[in-house]
């Protein structure tokens, strides 16, 4: 059975796979949202120089977050001097 760790990080390829059609899809959705007032302040220059990036943070984040057992090894490392 693969670890939470491992599934977030197919979680992240999946997601990261369908990238394009989440951006258009979150656009489209912003777009006619009447309770979004953001979606009104950000035209589309603005939204494909912000969003696409905090996907992609996201996306990376899923894919650090460690398992129990990594967890584990990292808190019993070593300080260095």
Same mark, same amino acid.
């Given at each position: 059975m693969? %670890? !939470? %760790?491992?599934?977030?990080?197919?979680l992240a390829d999946h997601?990261? %796979?369908?990238?394009?059609? !989440? &951006?258009?899809?979150?656009?489209?959705v912003v777009g006619v949202d009447p309770e979004l007032s953001v979606a009104v302040s950000l035209n589309t220059t603005e939204f494909l120089d912000h969003v696409p990036a905090l &996907?992609?943070?996201?996306?990376?984040?899923?894919r650090k977050i460690p398992s129990?057992?990594? %967890?584990?090894?990292?808190?019993?490392v070593p300080a260095l001097p």
């Amino acid at each position: 059975m693969p %670890s !939470i %760790s491992e599934e977030l990080r197919l979680l992240a390829d999946h997601l990261s %796979s369908r990238r394009e059609e !989440i &951006l258009r899809a979150w656009q489209r959705v912003v777009g006619v949202d009447p309770e979004l007032s953001v979606a009104v302040s950000l035209n589309t220059t603005e939204f494909l120089d912000h969003v696409p990036a905090l &996907l992609d943070t996201f996306l990376a984040e899923l894919r650090k977050i460690p398992s129990r057992e990594e %967890s584990k090894e990292f808190r019993e490392v070593p300080a260095l001097p």
